[in-house]
Nanobody
Framework: QVQLVESGGGLVQAGGSLTLSCAAS????????MGWFRQAPGKEREFVAG???????NYADFVKGRFTISRDNAKNTILLQMNSLKPEDTAIYSC?????????????????WGQGTQVTVSS
C-alpha cells in the first residue's frame, strides 16, 4: 500500500510560480510511475505530467514549457515546479502512483492517489 500526501498549494498571482510536493510512504516508489493530475470545478480530472522510475517524462500540451516534474527517489518524493501560472491553472492538484513502468495520461491506470492540494491563480 502506498500513501501519498501533497503539499505546496496556495494562492498566487498570474505569472507567478509554485512548487508542489508529493511525499510517499508505506513502501518505496521503486519501479512506480508517478503522475500529477488536476481537477477544476465543474470539469473532469485531467493529466498534467508524469515521470517514470527510469526518468522518462510526459506533459500535457497545456503545461509544456511551464511545468516541470521531477522525482527524488531517495526521498520517495515527486515535485511539480509550476511557472508562468495562469488563472486557468486553478484546480485541485493530485499526485498518483502506478506500479507500471510507463507514463500514461489515463487516470484509471493509477493505483494510488493523494488527497490533493488547491492551487488558485488570480488574474
Amino acid at each position: 500500500q502506498v500513501q501519498l500526501v501533497e503539499s505546496g498549494g496556495g494562492l498566487v498571482q498570474a505569472g507567478g510560480s509554485l512548487t508542489l510536493s508529493c511525499a510517499a510512504s508505506g513502501r518505496t516508489l521503486s519501479g512506480y510511475t508517478m503522475g500529477w493530475f488536476r481537477q477544476a470545478p465543474g470539469k473532469e480530472r485531467e493529466f498534467v505530467a508524469g515521470a517514470s522510475w527510469s526518468g522518462g517524462t510526459n506533459y500535457a500540451d497545456f503545461v509544456k514549457g511551464r511545468f516541470t516534474i521531477s522525482r527524488d527517489n531517495a526521498k520517495n518524493t515527486i515535485l511539480l515546479q509550476m511557472n508562468s501560472l495562469k488563472p486557468e491553472d486553478t484546480a485541485i492538484y493530485s499526485c498518483a502512483a502506478r506500479s507500471m513502468s510507463s507514463v500514461t495520461m489515463l487516470d484509471r491506470a493509477y493505483d494510488y492517489w493523494g488527497q490533493g492540494t488547491q492551487v488558485t491563480v488570480s488574474s
